[in-house]
């Protein structure tokens, strides 16, 4: 957590993010509410073969470490509840994803797993609990500077990282498949600009919540947050055991709701470039090998965690590479929501394109810096 070193002086990556993600997902929901094409579908006809298999190897790539992660999550949560270690956890977690993904309908998978994660608003809940010096917070964050224990080196390392986090390719592949899931047309374009504009920035301001009471609680005494355990200690510190149920059921659920996204995104975007039938609204016997797909890609992540790697160092890795990746996803998004072949005339305004372009510099410029940091830096060490 990036609170416990550095305080509040990331929070402009927050913001920077959610605005990024916010208008990445608007372009793809777009995209396939309109043309009623699925995202990988479109890239490997626009791009051609060659072009869109590169794409979706490190999309896939970047998915799977993801899902890894994720399912670590869950167990370390599972861990923190019941002191059994990680590892009898994680094939129970993927088997448990596996169930939810074959069995549950794709709204119920999305409300679900939303409703429960808002139990994470316990963070914003216990920063006020603590009482700090709202002046100093709001200072750091809209003034920051790299605290002179920390190398700038590091600061910016872990700058890209939060924004791969925030822009993570995954998000996008299951809001536009889900819109094709849901039977999205033109009608649905200005609900999906809702959902877009009230649940990514929900996810940033439980991110600064997150950042604020690790600045409030673990900064003073210089704990580096290396384990889930020191995650809770603001929260059960400002609320106790009822604030730390609270905590358990929001990281179950915020874990378990991102390990089934990933799961279906890495379905959504193989079955998509090949062409193979797709899709919740399909029964299994109807996708075979889209359900293979996830079936795989959960027996793979599973095997990564059960080397014995660490899920936040993979979590911390899969979001550099995000940003490492992004470019990949983000061109052709853009290149296609201003084709009016595809489009109509629901190609992108001049001022959607006008941010776009902006994002487009941004993009590039983490994508590339990216490794070099991560080398320079130590990986943030």
Known sequence: MVGSRFGMSLAWVVLVGVVGICLFANMSGRVAAVSGRATFEIIRERLGPRAGLANLGASFFINLMTMAAEIGG????????????????????????????????????????????????????????????????????????????????SYWYYAVA??????????????????????????????????????????????????????????PQAIEVTSLSQVVLPVVQAGGTVAFCFLVVGMLAAFFGAALETTLSSGYTIAQYFGWSWGKFRRPAKAARFHLVMILGLIVAVAVLMTGVDPVAVTEYSVVFSAVALPLTY???????????????????????????????????????????????????
């Open 74 to 153: 869950i167990a370390l949560v599972l861990q923190l509840v019941t002191g059994i270690g990680p590892l009898l956890w994680m094939p129970l977690a993927a088997f448990a994803v596996w169930i939810v993904v074959w069995r549950a309908k794709f709204s119920q998978l999305e409300n679900a797993t939303g409703l429960l994660g808002l139990s994470l608003i316990v963070f914003a809940v216990a920063v006020v609990m603590l009482g700090p010096d709202w002046g100093a917070l709001t200072h750091q964050a809209l003034v920051p500077t790299v605290p002179q224990s920390e190398n700038p080196v």
């Open 162 to 219: 939060l924004f791969g986090a925030a822009m993570t390719p995954y998000e996008v592949f299951f809001f536009s498949s889900g819109a094709i899931e849901e039977g999205w047309g033109r009608r649905d374009l200005g609900q999906a600009r809702v959902n877009v504009l009230v649940g990514f920035p929900l996810g940033g301001l439980l991110s600064l919540a997150i950042a604020a009471s690790a600045t409030i609680v673990l900064l």
């Open 331 to 381: 061109i052709p998004i853009l290149i296609i929501s201003n084709d009016p072949d595809y489009m109509g005339s629901d190609v992108n305004s001049p001022a959607v394109n006008g941010a776009a372009l902006v994002y487009l510099v941004i993009i590039v410029v983490a994508a590339l810096a990216a490794i070099p940091l991560m080398i320079l830096s130590g990986a943030g060490a």
